[in-house]
């Protein structure tokens, strides 16, 4: 077997090393370099914000053991839907917040998709956007709760976030 590859991206030949391994393929590898496939799934990403969140959401059920039974096209059209309904902000503090952030799903601005009740699956009804603050201040609280903790907290300690 030849010891290089050429990627159908890049068309570059490069060593076997640079190049992910794929079981459905005849030699094995996957038919983009690494950096061409990192290249893809950004722009994948950055293009399909809510295939990406719909994927990462089942994801996240999956390893819950919380059963599902829409596929991730529906779901994303369900967070879609959703996204427009709550105007780009967050449901608890009313931050703008953003899909895909250029800094990153940790930054301030980033939404993250919160189940209500995190033992029920994300659908109408149990799923909305938070800011990454209110996301990792929220924690297990449900949203009502943290509703109640944030307004408390605006209007009787008046801090923001
Ligand atoms: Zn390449
Ligand atoms: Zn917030």
Redesign the pocket.
């Given at each position: 077997m030849s010891e290089t590859k050429r990627c159908s991206r890049c068309k570059e030949e490069k060593s076997r090393t640079e190049f992910h391994l794929s079981r459905s393929k005849p030699d094995g590898l996957h038919h983009r370099c690494r950096p061409c496939s990192r290249a893809v799934n950004r722009k994948w990403n950055d293009e399909n914000p809510f295939r990406r969140l719909a994927f990462n959401a089942i994801k996240r059920m999956r390893r819950r053991g919380i059963p599902f039974n829409a596929d991730s096209k529906e779901l994303a059209a369900t967070l879609e839907f959703l996204w427009d309904c709550n105007g780009g902000e967050?449901?608890?503090?009313?931050?703008e917040?953003v899909l895909s952030s250029s800094e990153g799903p940790n930054a301030a601005d980033a939404a993250h998709l919160d189940a209500l009740d995190p033992s029920r699956p994300y659908q109408l009804g149990n799923a909305t956007f938070?800011?990454a603050?209110?996301?990792v201040s929220k924690g297990d609280l449900t949203i009502e709760t943290a509703q109640r903790l944030y307004r408390f907290l605006r209007e009787e300690v008046n801090v923001d976030?």
């Open positions: 967050c449901a608890l503090c009313g931050t917040i938070l800011c603050p209110c996301n976030h």
